[in-house]
């Protein structure tokens, strides 16, 4: 695999600094090779025997599931390097119950420096967050972006292939997604299988188990449903009243807690609208998008390829990568797809298929038009003519996405 430097350069700066250095993403998304790339650097720098790796999915580590055998058997390790730092790296840490009482005594009774992982985005937001607050900085993982995988591809050609165009790499991306495993299949029947196989494990260990949900049936369908409408705005409520109108009976509060459950697995990403004119959040109608392309086409209910869907989610999941905070913005009568905000700065971004004839130039042009600030303003489609214009940058996506 690839040496996944946008996150190496973000997390380094923190080696051996007093903080629990968390990583979170869905799963399959490259936490457990981006911690082992983590361990390779400090290993360079203090040798292997003071560093301690424990992915809590193995089998042979199911013993170590238990808080109390998993802080007894660490203590036992940190004592053969006694005088030494030993550092931690705990792959899939949910999976152990009280697991947030063992990293908060390892703080205080060993000299350690610790790395977890985990596929729930709530990890930080229960009692972890009461016993270690203000002694953790997260890092969230993505699957592999564009520029990723053709990366990927380059490192790994091999003797007397030709390396494939960036349209046809975009186009499989377009199918297939970012998982980083996924790129080990050569053939799409093994791919399918693969993504299958991701998907199945997700809902079961992330969603349904851990969450206890009881109608399974309403799940896929609200799963489907969401991962079909990627980057329309919707509200518990119009959900409840499109499933109703298909003959599922469900309630706002039964939807509120599934969505809630698919956003904790990371299967579903959500984006707040923002009113530009009021300078504040609204309260309704978030848009929905999907962690990994694949996962997306997979699951999803219809058969029909919309690629305004599909592009709005790429640049959506570029942008995340990319260390922006994202929302919807909204302008009078008018939706700007994108306000992507990084220390103090800012970037709106339309995003469409293709500028198809002059009303259609209009119709992503003219939101962008309406803002008056001075910070970069893109319009992004899949066309290869330029027809930026009145400071607004026009940019095909695949020279986007390959050029941060």
């Known amino acids: 695999m690839i040496r996944r430097t946008k996150y190496l350069d973000k997390i380094i700066p923190f080696i051996d600094k007093p903080l629990i250095k968390v990583i979170i993403g869905v799963r399959r998304s490259g936490k457990t090779v981006l911690l082992s790339q983590i361990a390779d650097i400090i290993s360079e720098r203090v040798g292997k025997s003071q560093l301690l790796s424990i992915n809590f999915e193995s089998f042979q580590n199911r013993h170590l599931q238990d808080a109390d055998r998993l802080y007894a058997y660490i203590r036992e390790r940190s004592s053969a390097v006694e005088g030494k730092r030993l550092y931690l790296f705990l792959d899939e840490i949910q999976e152990v119950d009280g697991w947030e009482k063992v990293i908060n005594s390892l703080t205080v009774d060993i000299d350690c420096d610790i790395y977890l992982t985990g596929s729930n ?81 997700i809902v079961m260990k992330d ?87 694949g996962l997306r086409n997979h699951v999803k209910s219809s058969e029909a390829v919309d690629y305004n869907k599909l592009y709005e989610n790429v640049v959506y999941l570029e942008m995340l990568s990319r260390g922006y905070e994202i929302s919807v913005g909204k302008i009078g009568e008018y939706e700007v797809d994108f306000i992507c905000t990084k220390n103090g700065q800012k970037i709106y971004i339309q995003v469409a298929y293709l500028l198809a004839d002059s009303s259609v130039v209009d119709r992503e042009f003219r939101p962008l038009l309406k803002i008056e600030d001075n910070f970069p303003k893109y319009v992004i489609t899949g066309d290869r003519h330029d027809c930026s214009a009145k400071g607004i940058i026009h940019k095909n996506i695949i020279d986007f996405l390959l050029n941060a």
């Open 207 to 293: 969603v349904i188990a851990r969450n206890r949900i009881s109608d399974v049936d309403l799940l896929q369908r609200l799963t489907a449903f969401l991962l079909d409408n990627v980057g329309n705005p919707f509200s518990a409520t119009s959900i409840e009243k499109r499933l109703k109108a298909e003959g599922v009976p469900t309630t706002v509060a039964t939807i509120m807690n599934y969505i809630a459950a698919l956003k904790n697995a990371m299967v579903v990403l959500t984006a707040r609208r923002f009113d530009l004119k009021g300078k504040a959040f609204l309260s309704t109608n978030e848009k929905y998008f999907a962690t990994d392309l």
């Open 121 to 201: 985005s709530n990890l930080l937001s229960g009692e972890l967050a009461t016993y270690i607050a203000g002694r953790y900085v997260h890092f969230t993982v993505y699957p592999f972006t564009f520029s990723e995988i053709k990366q990927y591809y380059t490192e790994n050609l091999s003797t007397g292939e030709t390396q494939r165009s960036d349209e046809e790499l975009f186009d499989e991306y377009l199918r297939y997604g970012g998982l980083p495993q996924r790129l080990l299949l050569n053939e799409e029947e093994p791919v399918r299988s693969y993504l299958d196989d991701v998907f199945n494990t």
